[in-house]
């Protein structure tokens, strides 16, 4: 009987709406056939509804009378529709009502509930199919597809936490696979133009895996190796007469640096040094000579500041009288007479064990002392040491990153002894790793400029 009625229900609306297609003769006729087809679509009270009818309407044409019983069975089937939460037949429904009379009764308002209801019926429909969607997509490592899903749900419902925290997730595991991506594509061109013996290539593609993660795989050591056959085939390509004038101006610079470093001009020779050190990098006698100097210039400009700090006291000690200069005379013995101050009279005359015993014995009596730890790998380094006790002071310096003027030099030193003694604890390896850095810092830099 359900079916029965439901499908003169969908007929009647269907009748309804061709009625409203209909041409103005041929509507009674229409009328009376909708009218004839809802009898047997509703329920056997419509006689009493009929009865129930005001004075006024029982006084109208049969056809009106017809038309707007019809029209009242279709207002109560659409909302028994709305009421059961049936809202595509109930706006259906609704609508077929309103062709035929636009301001029965709350109709429209009734239309316009239901069309809200369904839509937001709709929305949670979608919300919740595509929140399943991205799940699926998250579980099954599709990022693209998950995060496609997961701001569509975004969109229909922005207070939806918990697909915020998916959406982040997958969009960093996107970006990490993008990254690696990336990352394995460069380090394999770098490897393959290597092979090919293309070192321009190579480098190029070395350097970008070198910006994105400079600790990814061997691009450190490989930079390395490649910058080194870079600079050997550019000098086995320089002519001889090219080489021979590189020869000539690295020896008179070299002459002209011993004989500023004889005459005391410690600035001039450290300038002179550093133009050799350019045309010659891997000459360990002129890195020795510019540390030697380096470390004389600061001496000179500390021994300067000490002059000028004597003069003005010895200006206050004339003004203020002999009490004055009772009080600073020992201080100014026991600052002579100091390990520091005798430590630099060693280095002066070129004793520099007897400098490094000590400040040695100065770490041994303060070993919380850092600032002694520069001076003494300076003199190590002068002094050429290569030994464990040596080892210790350099790593030190490089570990509290400490304030030192040679450490490049320092860098390289211990850089080669642990690579030759085959040394790979933790500390060392992490002090390593400072020096390439800081090598493959220099060398960009060089470059750039």
Not at 414 to 420: G, S
Request: include cysteine; charge should be negative; aromatic fraction near 6%.
């Amino acid at each position: 009987k359900n079916k029965d009625s439901f499908d003169s229900f969908i007929a009647l609306i269907e009748k309804e709406i061709a009625a409203a297609q209909t041409p103005q003769p041929a509507q009674a006729e229409s009328t009376v056939a909708l009218a004839a087809a809802s009898a047997t679509a509703v329920e056997p009270a419509a006689d009493s509804q009929r009865a129930a009818l005001p004075a006024v309407t029982r006084q109208e044409t049969p056809a009106a009378a017809e038309a707007k019983q019809t029209a009242e069975e279709l207002y109560q089937q659409a909302v028994a529709l709305e009421a059961e939460n049936n809202l595509e037949l109930a706006q259906a429904a609704y609508e077929a009502l309103l062709q035929r009379m636009p301001n029965f009764k709350d109709a429209r308002l009734r239309l316009q509930s239901t069309q809200r209801r369904l839509l937001e019926k709709q929305i949670a429909l979608e919300i919740e199919q595509k929140y399943t969607e991205g799940l699926a997509a998250l579980k099954a490592s599709d990022w693209l597809g998950a995060i496609t899903a997961f701001e569509r749900v975004l969109e229909l419902r922005p207070d939806y936490s918990e697909v915020s925290q998916h959406l982040v997730e997958a969009q960093r595991r996107l970006d990490q696979e993008n990254t690696e991506e990336v990352l394995a594509r460069y380090y394999g061109e770098g490897l393959s133009a290597m092979r090919r013996g293309d070192l321009g290539r190579c480098l190029v593609a070395f350097e970008k895996v070198r910006r994105l993660d400079p600790n990814y795989r061997e691009v450190a050591e490989l930079l390395a190796q490649v910058e080194s056959e870079i600079q050997n085939q550019r000098l086995a390509s320089m002519t001889p007469a090219t080489l021979l004038g590189a020869s000539t101006t690295v020896d008179s610079l070299y002459d002209a640096a011993l004989r500023f470093m004889q005459q005391n001009e410690w600035k001039q020779a450290v300038v002179t040094l550093e133009k050799l050190r350019i045309l010659a990098p891997s000459n360990g006698e002129i890195n020795r000579l510019l540390a030697q100097a380096r470390m004389n210039l600061s001496f000179l400009e500390a021994d300067m500041a000490s002059v000028d700090a004597r003069d003005e006291t010895r200006r206050v000690l004339t003004t203020a009288g002999m009490l004055i200069a009772i009080i600073l005379v020992p201080v100014l013995c026991f600052f002579v007479f100091s390990p520091s101050a005798r430590a630099r009279l060693h280095l002066l005359f070129g004793d520099f064990p007897g400098a490094a015993r000590l400040y040695e014995r100065l770490i041994t009596q303060k070993p919380g002392r850092v600032d002694l730890y520069p001076a003494l790998a300076n003199i190590y380094l002068l002094s050429g040491r290569r030994d464990e006790n040596a080892m210790k002071v350099y790593k030190t310096v490089l570990q509290l990153d400490l304030p030192v003027q040679n450490r490049e030099q320092i860098n390289a030193v211990f850089t080669q002894h642990y690579l030759v003694n085959g040394r790979g604890d933790a500390d060392t390896l992490k002090a390593l790793e400072s020096a390439i850095h800081m090598e493959l810092n220099r060398k960009s830099a060089r470059r750039e400029s």
